[in-house]
């Protein structure tokens, strides 16, 4: 099993920024594509951000594309989402999530372990 735990949500005026985290615990973070999603009120959840092992390749939706930056410290067993000029559509709960295999995939049924959450509002 791997733990995931997120951290950094927050209330954020619109154009601000914030900083998510994710860290892991458990079986062995290596060798696993991390990625970032999120589920807004009344709307399914939507794929954000994903980074492959050991983190040469990343792959962003268009709708964060050069807003949001996912990185990864494979040292510190962590994953990070940058996110500037946060707009009010990017208020959800972002979920950190790992797959058993080192290739990204923006498809969520292909990840194996999933955190609790953590809260993201934008006001405008």
């Known amino acids: 099993q791997v733990q995931l735990v997120e951290s950094g949500g927050g209330l954020v005026e619109a154009g601000g920024s914030l900083r998510l985290s994710c860290a892991a615990s458990g079986r062995t973070f290596s060798n696993k594509a991390m990625g970032w999603f999120r589920q807004a009120p009344g709307k399914e959840g939507e794929f954000v951000a994903a980074i492959s092992w050991p983190g040469r390749f990343t792959y962003y939706a268009d709708s964060v594309k050069g807003r949001f930056t996912i990185s990864r410290d494979n040292a510190e067993n962590a994953v990070y989402l940058q996110m500037n000029s946060l707009k009010p559509e990017d208020t959800a709960v972002y979920y950190c999530?790992?797959?058993?295999?080192?290739?990204?995939?923006?498809?969520?049924?292909?990840?194996?372990?999933w955190g609790q959450g953590t809260q993201v509002t934008v006001s405008s």
């Open positions: 999530a790992a797959r058993s295999s080192g290739r990204i995939s923006y498809d969520d049924d292909e990840y194996d372990y």
